[in-house]
Structure formats: C-alpha cells, structure tokens
C-alpha cells in the first residue's frame, strides 16, 4: 500500500550531496514522511521523519514542500558507504499514540561512485 | 536507537521441514513486532503484526497456519514457517516498536528493525 513514487536509481559522485526525491501526492494530514535505507542484505536502517516541517539530523536533511506533496532527503556529503536502497514512507503518526504500520515501496537504489 | 537482534542469520533446511526465527529486542521492550519478507530485488512486503500476548494479525494473502508468529513476552517474538518449501527461500526481517522514546515531537513509539535471516529451502 506505498502512496509514493520514488526514482528506482540515482547515481552520485563521493564528497557530493545526494538528493533523493519522493512524491507523496496523496499524503493525508496526519500522515508523516519517513526515510529509511537498507543496505544490501541488511535490514531497514532509520534515516529521518518530518510532518510539514523541513528536519535536519546527523544523517541527513529532509525538505517538505509547503503543500506537503513531495519531499526531498538529502544527504550532504555522500561517501561509499551511502550505497542502498532508500526508502520513502507514508504513515499516519498521532504524537504519544502508536503509529501506523510501515509498508514498502520499491525506494530509490542509490549508488555513491568514487 | 535501540537494537533488535534475529537468529540465526541464516537457514538451510529440506523441503518439508519447520524452521523458526527469534526476534528479540535487546535493550527496549517491544509491545509490537512486525515481520516482514523480502525476494530478491523486490522491497520488504509486510507479512504480520504481533503484539505482546495476543495473536498476530496478517496482511491479506498471508496463511497464518504456514506462518506461525508467537509473541509471549516483551523482548521476544518468534517466526514458525511450517512445511516449508522452496517457494518460502526469502529474507526474514523482524521490527520492533516500543513504548515511547524521548519527549517533544519524539514522544511516541519508533521502530527498528532486526538485521534479517536468510532461509533457504532445498
């Protein structure tokens, strides 16, 4: 049940920002962005969340535009060892509640290059 | 974040055989377990929800008597696939939702992931 549409590969030289699009054209209001990656034969590894807000962590920063139907991870000085696939997720999430369950699409394998 | 922890990592069994999977949540209690399967070069497909004492619920398409989930206490939960066969060779991977973390807008129940187990069906 993704309700997002991501590249299915980018590629991005090492040292450079990579910057992974996603679409969310159906995002509800109390639904949040979510990124994970997983690296090959490993599971999903968090990367960041935001509601509407544009967020910025040790990882990665994550642009929402205002209307909220789309965003942009972005990953400031990429190395070797970004190389994975990238998940974009929708889910509903109620502050102190449990959240929704995460569901899969076929995220955005990115390759970082020497 | 906290850390979720499979094993074994991987499996070779025979056609016909049992094979279970423990998922334990090594440093947070989990109230919810989620377990999820993945082919190759295909994304994770969620396969079944498990909370705390009471029974899993299944994504639609998922045949809870071959797929036999226990979660009897807040640190562990265990994968059964009966009869397994070579159609079942795939990725296993375990999450994790706990309690609460933080405060502010981190004020709900996160969730990790375990590395994965790779079973294999002869």
Same mark, same amino acid.
């Given at each position: 049940?993704?309700?997002?549409?991501?590249?299915?590969?980018?590629?991005?030289?090492?040292?450079?920002?990579?910057?992974?699009?996603?679409?969310?054209?159906?995002?509800?209001?109390?639904?949040?962005?979510?990124?994970?990656?997983?690296?090959?034969?490993?599971?999903?590894?968090?990367?960041?969340?935001? &509601?509407?807000?544009?967020?910025?962590?040790?990882?990665?920063?994550?642009?929402?535009?205002?209307?909220?139907?789309?965003?942009? &991870?972005?990953?400031?000085?990429?190395?070797?060892?970004?190389?994975?696939?990238?998940?974009?997720?929708?889910?509903?999430?109620?502050? *102190?509640?449990? &959240?929704?369950?995460?569901?899969?699409?076929? *995220?955005?394998? &990115?390759?970082?290059?020497? | #974040?906290?850390?979720?922890?499979?094993?074994?990592?991987?499996?070779? =069994?025979?056609?016909? @055989?049992?094979?279970?999977?423990? =998922?334990?949540?090594?440093?947070?209690?989990?109230?919810?377990? !989620?377990?999820?399967?993945? !082919?190759?070069?295909?994304?994770?497909?969620?396969?079944? @929800?498990?909370?705390? /004492?009471?029974?899993?619920?299944?994504?639609?398409?998922?045949?809870?008597?071959?797929?036999?989930?226990?979660?009897?206490?807040? %640190? $562990?939960?265990?994968?059964?696939? %009966?009869?397994?066969?070579?159609?079942?060779?795939?990725?296993?991977? =375990?999450?994790?939702?706990?309690?609460?973390? /933080?405060? #502010?807008?981190?004020?709900?129940?996160?969730?990790? !992931? /375990?590395?994965? @187990?790779?079973?294999?069906? $002869?």
């Amino acid at each position: 049940d993704a309700k997002t549409t991501q590249p299915t590969s980018m590629d991005c030289a090492e040292g450079r920002a990579a910057n992974l699009p996603c679409n969310h054209s159906t995002i509800s209001g109390n639904e949040y962005v979510y990124w994970y990656r997983q690296i090959h034969s490993q599971g999903p590894q968090y990367i960041i969340h935001g &509601l509407k807000n544009n967020e910025t962590n040790e990882m990665a920063s994550l642009i929402i535009t205002e209307d909220r139907k789309s965003s942009t &991870l972005i990953l400031p000085h990429a190395t070797l060892r970004d190389t994975a696939v990238y998940y974009c997720i929708v889910r509903v999430a109620r502050r *102190g509640s449990t &959240l929704g369950r995460l569901y899969f699409g076929r *995220g955005t394998q &990115l390759t970082v290059w020497p | #974040g906290a850390v979720v922890s499979q094993h074994p990592s991987w499996v070779i =069994c025979k056609s016909g @055989t049992s094979v279970k999977i423990e =998922c334990r949540s090594l440093d947070f209690q989990a109230t919810t377990m !989620f377990w999820y399967r993945q !082919f190759p070069k295909q994304s994770l497909m969620l396969m079944a @929800t498990s909370n705390e /004492g009471s029974k899993a619920t299944y994504e639609q398409g998922v045949e809870k008597d071959k797929f036999l989930i226990n979660h009897a206490s807040l %640190t $562990l939960s265990t994968l059964t696939v %009966t009869s397994a066969h070579p159609e079942d060779s795939s990725f296993y991977i =375990c999450s994790a939702r706990g309690p609460g973390f /933080g405060s #502010g807008r981190d004020s709900y129940n996160e969730q990790f !992931f /375990g590395p994965g @187990t790779r079973l294999t069906v $002869l």
